[in-house]
């Protein structure tokens, strides 16, 4: 299933970092993974672990001060997107990979109608009539199971719920059939009955459309149930990638299996905590940038930083102890 | 059966909103719906609901920072409903509240040392030595030193701040907090830390709390009894137990199944629900759930349920179960 | 229960508010308005306050053979129609405007934050009342205004920095009521409503020290204009009177003779017109580094 010709989309070696006042901060310090055509990664870790930057930084939203990028390369089919002219990356964006964001309403203009924002976007990429762009944009509303779509589309932002808006921007960003999706905490924002329907909303279109998707997302449960692989990050670092149901079933990293273990009602009895909190992304630890937190680590630990080796089927972890569990 | 620490009886809100610019067209959001509840000494009651379900509305009627149109609000005793100046200030003493945003709910301009002292200060209770001791003592039990007493709140992380926000609370040692989604904006493992520390003063102190939330997963640990509300409306109560193993309320049904489990095995059909939640300024006649309910009939889009006890302690409005 | 370790545990034991001015004048010297305008009000500054040391000659004695004297080694900026030098006199002056620039961006500050936080705390009828006065005192031209209030009080300087004063008092009492309305909103308000505070001290304790940026922010910007507007009360006759040497006052004795002695009534023009300037730039950097900065 996963073959070279399978891989849409490979980041190889990404390390970001912003400027500051207080000096420079590693934000991503070499990242790589890969996605498979059709497949849902899950993206996973807590604030300031870099998993926002992460999304924007494949389509180039981060602004260049004060972001810098310091090296890595991200190869979309055969071409470094990193490496591509701004007029390239804006003919790529919307057309072959799209995103969605926490807050649909600040995505859409207020001034204007969805309708004129929709048949703005979509014959930006296509070009149409007017008629034959409000027939397309009726038929999109109508794939993420909107009602009434020719309605939807005379209404203005502020009218409709976080939840239509959201939609409303999956219809938008498949528009053109992106073989890439990459959504950043989409469902956030709204509450749990929709973000039921949203969730199930892009599931159903990604199966039929062969699309891609990087699901970013803090809550450890949408990943359980919507994703096909899972890649956790913590301060900066991928720190493990599994397959979902190893992942849930066998956590190699200690900062995986205490993440799972602070949900509550996950394991029975004292809810697991970890204990300090993320380090600053201005003085990162010395070797793991996770050993201060660490049950398991050693004086080792605090030297090395360990790098993502494979330790099981599909399965990679960065942790010393993992390691030499592994290959004992 | 002691008497209960709090009670909420038929408890009304509603707010006016004007339509448009010039004012006319104006109409009632109804936030809160004939709502009661009890809450006993040193137990925790969830309050669980989507957004404008008017949880975070009741949690600001119980501490008086609304008055309710009309119902009661009976707290140690005593009838706050209509009180105000001095006799609220008294009444109240033994009351404090969290709430979720730990960044805009400390002063940014004081230092932790002032906003903990704050509510004693207004109380009068200790001055000088004495005062900056029970700062200290609260600041202590919630993990801080005493060196955070002259730092500023951005220096802390949102955890952090929320420590500060219950050390703060505690200062006065209050009877009942009201707790409004206090770990919401904190990530999932610093959340596991606070939940373990209100479990911990909890426990020490003999507080009651009443925790509002929309994590259902955190109601479910914290809570002895919960509450759901949907649309200013309480539609079901009960222990936390009966209310999560066998649900009555088609809302509660639903809820429940649309949370998501951590756990790929149990692979979930999340879109339980149809369509959005209202908008409370267009309550739906009748049983308020009935244009989402997959069980609604023709009685529920005509009369507004009663309450009905379907087992000790599990109450639900629902006309299905009368 | 054991202490935390604090994620940013800073190393430095001086007072929290020397280290955000510390941080602040950082990152202002970065900005080449702030350090373009920072210098001219310093030397400003500097200027009025050595005035005494420095100044070669009394800036009120008179010495009529020395009259009207071109700039040269003697009288640097030339001597007026007395035979006081200029020079000196400018140095003097700046000591003047300096201050009347201060006590009116003071009182006028002082005042209108009160009153804007009062109307915006409480809402209502009061903020109506309270902004429809405001108002009024906004529909007039400030400086006619200015001039109608000095006329009516009396010629003195005391008179023209009140009048100034209360013209601007509509601006912070505008800004502040706005700023009171969003943080009334807070939490951290609510929370100390529910602790018992009272009104009085919600608003000295948390809403006003929130306004500060913002204030500090308008006070700079407006010191130029004050100077300015005092320096006009001087020049029509109505603000400092002779021998005070105030930079308006002697622009105005000065006008007789621009045709023939261009340097009486020039330099000290010259010196309101940098000192404004320098005012109004160092205001806009102010702005652009206090007020983005909600959070760290």
């Known amino acids: ?328 | ?322 | 229960m054991p202490y935390l370790i604090l994620a940013s545990a800073t190393k430095s034991t001086l007072p929290a508010w020397v280290r955000e001015l510390g941080l602040t004048l950082r990152i202002l010297s970065r900005n080449p308005s702030a350090v373009l305008g920072g210098m001219i009000i310093m030397t400003m500054a500097f200027l009025a306050l050595a005035a005494p040391f420095i100044a070669p000659y009394d800036p009120i004695m008179l010495s009529l053979p020395d009259r009207l004297q071109s700039p040269g080694s003697a009288h640097f900026f030339g001597t007026d129609e007395l035979g006081r030098d200029i020079f000196s006199r400018i140095l003097y002056g700046a000591r003047i405007s300096l201050t009347i620039g201060l006590l009116v961006v003071g009182v006028a500050g002082i005042t209108g934050s009160l009153i804007g936080a009062v109307a915006g705390y409480f809402g209502g009828v009061i903020d109506n009342v309270i902004m429809r006065c405001m108002d009024v005192i906004l529909s007039f031209p400030a400086l006619v205004l200015a001039l109608s209030l000095a006329a009516a009080m009396g010629p003195s300087l005391v008179n023209a920095i009140l009048a100034t004063a209360v013209v601007m008092i509509p601006k912070f009492a505008r800004l502040v009521r706005g700023e009171a309305l969003a943080i009334r909103e807070m939490p951290f308000v609510a929370a100390s409503r529910v602790a018992g505070a009272g009104h009085l001290r919600i608003i000295f304790r948390h809403i006003l020290p929130n306004c500060l940026n913002a204030a500090i922010v308008l006070a700079t910007l407006t010191l130029g204009d004050a100077i300015l507007i005092a320096a006009s009360l001087s020049f029509i006759g109505l603000g400092a009177q002779p021998p005070t040497p105030e930079w308006g006052a002697m622009i105005a004795s000065g006008r007789k003779f621009l045709m023939d002695q261009w340097w009486y009534a020039t330099f000290p023009g010259l010196f309101i017109l940098v000192t404004v300037i320098g005012f109004n730039i160092f205001g806009d950097a102010v702005r652009d580094v206090l007020d983005p900065r909600i959070r760290r």
């Open chain 2, 1 to 322: 059966m002691t008497a209960p620490l709090l009670t909420l009886d038929k408890v009304c809100k509603r707010f006016l909103v004007r339509k448009n610019f010039f004012g006319s067209g104006r109409r009632w959001l109804t936030a809160v719906d004939q709502v009661s509840l009890v809450v006993h000494q040193g137990e925790t009651l969830g309050l669980v609901g989507e957004s404008g379900c008017g949880k975070s509305t009741v949690g600001n009627l119980i501490v008086r920072l609304l008055a309710p149109d009309s119902g009661e609000i009976i707290f140690d005793g005593r009838n706050i409903s209509t009180l105000s100046g001095q006799a609220l200030r008294a009444a109240r003493a033994k009351m404090q509240i969290v709430f979720q945003d730990p960044y805009s709910s400390l002063d940014p301009r004081m230092s932790v040392g002032a906003i903990v002292a704050l509510p004693l200060r207004v109380a009068g209770l200790y001055q000088g030595t004495l005062l900056r001791e029970r700062v200290i003592s609260a600041l202590a039990e919630v993990g801080l030193g005493e060196d955070s007493l002259e730092r500023y709140p951005h220096e802390f992380s949102g955890g952090q701040r929320q420590r500060i926000a219950l050390a703060r609370a505690l200062a006065v040692q209050p009877a009942f907090v009201v707790l409004d989604e206090p770990t919401s904006a904190l990530d999932v493992s610093v959340q596991a830390q606070i939940l373990q520390l209100m479990a911990e003063l909890q426990a020490r102190h003999g507080l009651a709390y009443l925790f509002i939330s929309h994590n259902l997963n955190v109601v479910r640990h914290v809570s002895q009894r919960t509450a759901v509300m949907y649309l200013g409306a309480v539609v079901e109560t009960g222990s936390t137990e009966d209310l999560f193993t066998s649900p009555a309320h088609p809302y509660t049904q639903a809820l429940l199944a649309s949370v998501p489990v951590a756990d790929p095995r149990q692979r979930q059909n999340l879109a339980r629900l149809k369509g959005d939640v209202p908008s409370p300024l267009d309550l739906p006649p009748g049983c308020g759930f009935h244009p989402r309910c997959p069980l609604a009939f023709d009685l529920c889009t005509k009369e507004a349920p009663q309450w009905v006890r379907i087992a000790p302690g599990h109450e639900v409005a629902c006309h299905l179960h009368q």
């Open chain 1, 1 to 328: 299933m996963t073959g070279p010709t399978n891989t849409i989309l490979q980041v190889k070696d990404l390390s970001v970092g912003f400027e500051t006042h207080q000096g420079p901060a590693h934000v991503l310090d070499r990242v790589s993974l890969a996605v498979q055509k059709g497949e849902i990664l899950g993206l996973v870790g807590e604030s300031g672990c870099g998993k926002s930057v992460l999304a924007r930084s494949i389509l180039r939203l981060i602004p260049s001060p004060p972001g810098v990028l310091l090296g890595g390369q991200i190869l979309f089919g055969d071409q470094d997107l990193l490496k591509l002219s701004e007029k390239s990356m804006r003919a790529l964006r919307g057309q072959q990979i799209s995103m969605i964001f926490q807050e649909p309403m600040t995505s859409l203009n207020p001034v204007f109608t969805i309708g004129h924002q929709m048949r703005e976007v979509v014959r930006t990429h296509k070009p149409m009539t007017k008629a034959q762009a409000n027939a397309f944009c009726c038929s999109m509303l109508a794939t993420v199971r909107l009602p009434d779509p020719a309605n939807v589309l005379q209404r203005y932002p502020h009218e409709l719920s976080g939840g239509m808006l959201q939609r409303v921007m999956i219809a938008l960003a498949l528009a053109c059939n992106p073989a890439l999706l990459l959504a950043d905490e989409p469902t956030t924002a709204l509450d749990v009955t929709v973000q039921g329907q949203i969730l199930a909303i892009l599931s159903e279109l990604a199966t039929a459309q062969n699309l891609a998707v990087i699901f970013v997302t803090h809550d450890m449960g949408v990943v359980a149930q919507l994703c096909h692989r899972v890649a956790v990050m913590y301060a900066g670092q991928l720190v493990e990638e599994a397959l979902v149901h190893d992942l849930f079933a066998q956590p190699a990293h200690p900062y995986t299996q205490g993440l799972i273990a602070s949900i509550p009602g996950q394991t029975p009895g004292q809810l697991q905590t970890i204990p300090g909190s993320v380090p600053s992304a201005l003085q990162p630890p010395s070797g793991c940038r996770f050993h201060p937190r660490c049950p398991k680590s050693t004086v080792h630990c605090t030297l090395h930083t360990p790098q993502l080796l494979t330790v099981a089927d599909q399965h990679k972890v960065a942790c010393h102890q993992a390691h030499n569990r592994a290959s004992v």
